[in-house]
């Protein structure tokens, strides 16, 4: 059967694709070169169309040209991220109409610059090229309308790039969703298009077919061509991004069509929340296209559009996720027909095909995914099989998976072929989980053999992910953590950070990653053995979620941030599988940027996933500022507040300013004990105590103490132990109210409210009738149970006491900001409290003159009679030029707008010079 023959009935069409199998029954690829690094550039493609034209590879010509069009429209349409520069003006509060002004006058000038005589036309390229996609698009409808037009054109086009400016040469593909991430297919959009001709009969009306870039611009030819096949006479093509300046001609499209009264057809991705198409129609209104006349055409995950976008009163065609065409892919016949050809030449019969029971999925917005029973009958008899089959993608994009898997061989399950854009593959079954059957350090060296395997069989010849400016990548992901720091100069920053984070990430030998290295995903590769063997290997390299990288340490620190017990032995059996051992700045910066997807991901971890960014940060301190200094065993005692004072919140989680630390430093080279106390939980002090020179710490308000060595002691007595007990069961009964179980000897108890923390309320508190062995500590974020009795004093008097000081006051000095601190304030000889909390102070209480940590920092130099850093004893530790920058870029926090904008001012020279 043709392409075009499959088309022949909108709601029973037959499958396409590329698939065909070789003698060994896996696909032959067609252009690896294209499904291996799918960060195809334009050179690339424009090169690659004559060729896949005349093979008659409609359907991946089609998704080349189509990239072709998206990177030339961007390119002409958003000269130099120009939205982006929009976007930045905005956060720092330029006025909107001066941004969109200075930014549409910016792209406007560029526009003519372009077009001066004897440069190359983009223009006219754009709409060779829009010709070419939709053309193909027609031929992927109906093969019958294959033409040696096509193949004439697709060189000329080919010959035309090639004087085209380096800039646009350069420029890489956006990967559509549609057809990558998720299994939208050609017959979704001919089923999408068959239910707006219904709704909207009339076939003389003009329609636009308007797609939403990325994947509009692959959407909106299928759609036109469509909507040709179905009769409508006057069918123009559009592509908006929502956030770009809308281009001249395009908005003339579409005031036109308004004018005659006709149809904007919205072509885009299953919408998540909708944001993007609410833009779109915001843009139409605003050109003058009016609600009425605006029709959204959109496959959907869910059963009905996100309520936002439902609000917005626009006419709708859908197709909910159970008559997506791809189901039909996954009947047992059809997985039975393609197994028998698959297995054909190898002497496998297939006798029966049965579709079992996989382990369930949180994620919606995902493949299609199934698991077989197959009974079989071979050369050594009849047997059974389990075959996991798995959507993997449209054309070429698909065989990515196929090209990875081949290339890793042994390390991954037995890969029988993709057919169709379903991956079909050996099912490794639960039992055999790594992380269940082997020890630490086995799992280290499976998961750091697989990545230095990586990188060696995927090497590839440039570090894509440097090209790509306001993209997903994970050097900016680290950029935009690390100017956080920067406050409301954030956005300032931000390019300075860049250049920090690109100098600090540089990747020798780049490869194509993984991208999915978490716990689960690593099984033993067959039974009684202990090597290792690797599924989700080809999905979140190129996924929507945009994290581009092709540094192989990337991976390994994906796998440290799933199994932290991993991790120094990661780093070790990688160095000694590659050579070279990994810095720690870019150890530090790929866990921040994974723990923050992670963040993103799951937010039903935020809080442990916090936890984890602290602790990243605070080795990395321990293994830089604090490598040359040990806590001292004598001396005087010195107690301090954790959050607001010696940490700040400000890059998202708990976070010790560099600032901060040289202060630390410098009190523990002087002699001093340091005591950490704090409202945090018994585990956030202990990894502090081992990261940070302290004598110890009393963690949750002075309910257990921590020695130096992280050894706990609970202060509280047996019987009111055994009453938070009591307490914490009576709360986890409560509805909406959750228990943070990092807690040991308190209890930390919160609610969420549009996705915010909160405190319990006051009638949930009242309600609980707290014994008299309980106190409740009220916080905006949580509400805190300790053992009545306990306080910080009491904590900070038992901590004293197992250090060897027993006296009525115990401390030199000490500093905190809130009520929960004064007992303990008035343990010390010397107290402070920052400015910010100047309201608390009393009696000989001193006003460190800053606040935050830059009051802690003002009272540490009081204390010592001199600047930190200023003395033999304190002077900075020797540092490395990458942990320099990396530090000066995370210095601003906690200091004020003075000291903020000294430490952004020292970023940017500091990344000028680079």
């Not at 099912?427 to 630490?440: G, H, S, V």
């Not at 910010?836 to 009393?842: G, P, Q, T, V």
């Amino acid at each position: 059967m043709g392409i075009g023959e499959a088309f022949a009935d909108p709601l029973a069409l037959a499958p396409i694709g590329n698939a065909r199998s070789d003698r060994n029954g896996a696909l032959t690829l067609r252009g690896d070169e294209l499904a291996l690094d799918l960060l195809n550039d334009f050179e690339t493609l424009a090169g690659a169309l004559p060729a896949l034209v005349a093979t008659g590879s409609w359907l991946d010509a089609f998704l080349v040209a189509a990239g072709i069009q998206q990177i030339v429209e961007d390119h002409e349409h958003d000269p130099y991220s120009l939205s982006l520069v929009r976007k930045r003006m905005r956060r720092l509060r330029i006025a909107g109409t001066a941004a969109g002004i200075a930014t549409t006058m910016a792209g406007r000038a560029i526009a003519i610059t372009r077009r001066r005589p004897g440069a190359f036309d983009v223009s006219d390229f754009e709409l060779e090229s829009a010709a070419l996609a939709v053309r193909l698009a027609e031929v992927v409808v109906d093969a019958g309308a294959a033409g040696d037009d096509l193949q004439r054109d697709a060189l000329a086009l080919a010959a035309a790039a090639r004087h085209a400016p380096k800039s646009l040469r350069r420029a890489i593909v956006r990967i559509p969703s549609c057809f990558r991430s998720f299994d939208v297919r050609p017959e979704d959009i001919a089923t999408l298009v068959h239910d707006f001709a219904s709704q909207f009969p009339d076939r003389r009306r003009p329609i636009a077919a308007l797609g939403v870039r990325t994947s509009g611009n692959y959407l909106a030819p299928l759609a036109a061509a469509f909507l040709a096949r179905e009769g409508f006479s006057d069918v123009r093509t559009v592509t908006l991004r929502p956030g770009q300046l809308v281009p001249g001609r395009a908005e003339a499209t579409l005031r036109q069509i308004a004018h005659e009264r006709g149809l904007v057809a919205v072509f885009d991705d299953p919408p998540n929340t909708g944001g993007s198409l609410r833009e779109i129609a915001a843009e139409l209104r605003r050109i003058g296209v009016a609600e009425r006349s605006v029709v959204v055409c959109v496959p959907l995950f869910e059963d009905r559009l996100p309520e936002a976008l439902a609000l917005a009163r626009l006419s709708a065609v859908t197709l909910p996720w159970p008559r997506w065409s791809i189901h039909d892919r996954f009947e047992s016949e059809a997985v039975r027909a393609t197994l028998a050809r698959l297995w054909g030449d190898r002497g496998v019969a297939v006798i029966a095909v049965r579709r079992d029971d996989a382990p369930a999925s949180k994620q919606q917005r995902r493949h299609a995914r199934a698991l077989y029973r197959v009974a079989v009958r071979g050369r050594d008899g009849d047997g059974e099989r389990l075959v996991y089959a798995k959507g993997a993608g449209l054309g070429y994009f698909g065989e990515h998976a196929l090209a990875v898997a081949r290339r890793l061989r042994d390390r991954v399950p037995e890969s029988y072929g993709i057919a169709d854009g379903v991956l079909f593959r050996e099912w490794l079954p639960p039992e055999r989980l790594a992380a269940n059957r082997l020890t630490t350090d086995e799992l280290a060296r499976g998961v750091a053999q697989y990545v230095a395997a990586r990188g060696r069989v995927l090497a590839v010849a440039e570090d894509k992910a440097e090209r790509l400016f306001g993209r997903g990548t994970a050097w900016r992901r680290g950029a935009e953590q690390l100017a956080r720091a920067h406050g409301v100069a954030a956005p300032l920053a931000l390019p300075a950070a860049a250049r920090v984070v690109k100098r600090l990430l540089r990747v020798e030998r780049p490869c194509i990653v993984d991208g999915t290295m978490d716990a689960t995903r690593w099984f033993l590769s067959a039974p009684g053995r202990r090597d290792l063997a690797k599924v989700t290997v080809d999905h979140r390299a190129f996924a929507s979620r945009e994290l581009y990288c092709y540094d192989p340490v990337f991976d390994l620190a994906g796998a440290a941030a799933s199994l932290p017990e991993c991790a120094d032995a990661l780093r070790r059996e990688y160095a000694h599988q590659d050579g070279a051992a990994v810095g720690e700045e870019r150890w530090l910066l790929y866990s921040l940027v994974h723990l923050g997807a992670t963040m993103r991901d799951r937010p039903d971890s935020l809080q442990q996933t916090r936890r984890q960014m602290s602790a990243a940060l605070e080795r990395y301190l321990a293994r830089t500022i604090f490598a040359d200094t040990k806590a001292p065993t004598s001396g005087p005692i010195c107690a301090i507040d954790v959050d607001g004072v010696l940490e700040t919140g400000e890059l998202g989680f708990a976070a010790l300013p560099p600032p901060g630390a040289f202060a630390l430093r410098a009190l523990a080279r002087h002699g001093y004990r340091i005591v950490i106390v704090t409202g945090r939980s018994l585990e956030e002090v202990r990894t502090r105590c081992a990261s940070y020179p302290l004598a110890g710490g009393v963690a949750e308000y002075g309910a257990v103490i921590v020695d130096g060595q992280g050894a706990a002691t609970s202060i509280a007595s047996f019987e009111a132990q055994r009453a938070m007990q009591d307490l914490r069961d009576q709360i986890a009964t409560l509805p909406e109210v959750r228990l943070d179980p990092a807690y040991a000897a308190g209890i930390r108890a919160y609610r969420l409210a549009d996705g915010r923390r909160l405190g319990l309320a006051d009638d949930t508190i009242m309600a609980l009738g707290l014994p008299s062995a309980a106190a409740a500590i009220r916080g905006r974020s949580q509400t805190d149970f300790v053992p009545a009795g306990v306080d910080k004093a009491s904590g900070v008097r038992a901590c004293a006491a197992a250090l060897g000081v027993d006296a009525d006051q115990p401390l030199a000095f000490a500093i905190g900001d809130s009520a929960s601190d004064l007992p303990m304030l008035h343990l010390a000889k010397h107290a402070y409290v920052p400015l910010n909390a100047r309201s608390l102070a009393s009696g000989r209480m001193r006003i460190a003159p800053a606040r935050y940590v830059a009051g802690f920092i003002r009272a540490v130099e009081t204390e010592l009679g001199h600047r930190v850093g200023s003395c033999e004893h304190c002077a900075p530790p020797v540092l490395s030029d990458d942990a320099r920058l990396l530090l000066g870029a995370l210095a601003p926090q906690g200091l004020d707008r003075v000291g903020k904008m000294r430490a952004t001012i020292a970023l940017l020279i500091a990344a000028a010079r680079l």
